[in-house]
């Protein structure tokens, strides 16, 4: 079965502008779920979604925000870009008590 | 905060067992210890979870302690792919709907040929 898709790969932002990013899971998977990686601070849990509710969220301001649709798929976006908010995005789903399968993760340059 | 300690870095000759340690001395009765690993460039992997009992699948091997403070994940033979950064988990199954995982900095496993 197809694994957890993430578009777009590569991105390139401005500061002060917005972004969406989105993930699809393994078909059946509910639970979604966001993760950041830089360098720095390794990877970051940002939010957690299940049946298009926000069950879990990270320490990450307000501009950080998501959803979930009813199909499962989820986006996040990010608004008034930072030049710290460059990173590997990672979305992850799991079908609850197993493991999670991530995806490749967008990676998002902030200039 | 993640709830186990692992060393930073680890190495390993190509072709030879490795094993990979973790502490996780406030695990609670109803945590899973998890294995990922994370191959340069891409995102984490799955490789192994348990409970009690020792696991065994088709890429690695856990040994748990008998008092759950730590665990072992074994590799059985490295091959240069194998050289990832591994994280060590707790997962609460206890029925909670906080299913989230923390992630440590986790051991960078360096394969020597």
């Known amino acids: 079965k197809a694994g957890v898709t993430q578009t777009p790969r590569y991105l390139i932002k401005t500061r002060g502008q917005q972004v969406t990013l989105s993930c699809s899971p393994i078909?059946?998977?509910?639970?979604v779920s966001w993760y950041q990686q830089t360098p720095g601070q390794g990877l970051q849990f940002l939010f957690e979604?299940?049946?298009?509710?926000?069950?879990n969220k990270g320490n990450f301001p307000g501009r950080f925000s998501g959803r979930q649709f009813s199909n499962s798929r989820s986006e996040m976006n990010v608004s008034t870009l930072e030049l710290g908010d460059s990173a590997l995005y990672l979305c992850?789903?799991?079908?609850?008590?197993?493991?999670?399968?991530f995806g490749s993760g967008t990676r998002l340059t902030v200039v | 905060d993640a709830k186990t300690t692992q060393p930073n870095s680890m190495e390993s000759n190509e072709e030879e067992p490795v094993h990979l340690p973790c502490n996780h001395s406030?695990?609670?009765?109803?945590?899973?210890i998890h294995w990922y690993r994370q191959l340069p460039s891409q995102g984490p992997e799955y490789v192994i979870h348990?409970?009690?009992s020792n696991v065994n699948n088709r890429m690695a091997s856990l040994a748990i302690a008998e008092d759950r403070k730590s665990s072992t994940l074994i590799l059985h033979r490295a091959t240069l792919r194998d050289a990832a950064v591994y994280y060590c988990?707790?997962?609460?199954?206890?029925?909670?709907?906080?299913?989230?995982?923390?992630f440590g900095k986790g051991t960078r496993l360096h394969i020597l040929p």
């Open positions: 992850a789903s799991s079908d609850q008590g197993n493991g999670y399968t």
């Open positions: 078909s059946g998977h509910r639970s």
């Open positions: 979604y299940f049946s298009e509710t926000q069950r």
């Open positions: 406030t695990i609670s009765g109803t945590d899973y």
């Open positions: 348990g409970l009690t």
């Open positions: 988990i707790l997962r609460d199954r206890g029925g909670s709907r906080d299913d989230k995982i923390i």
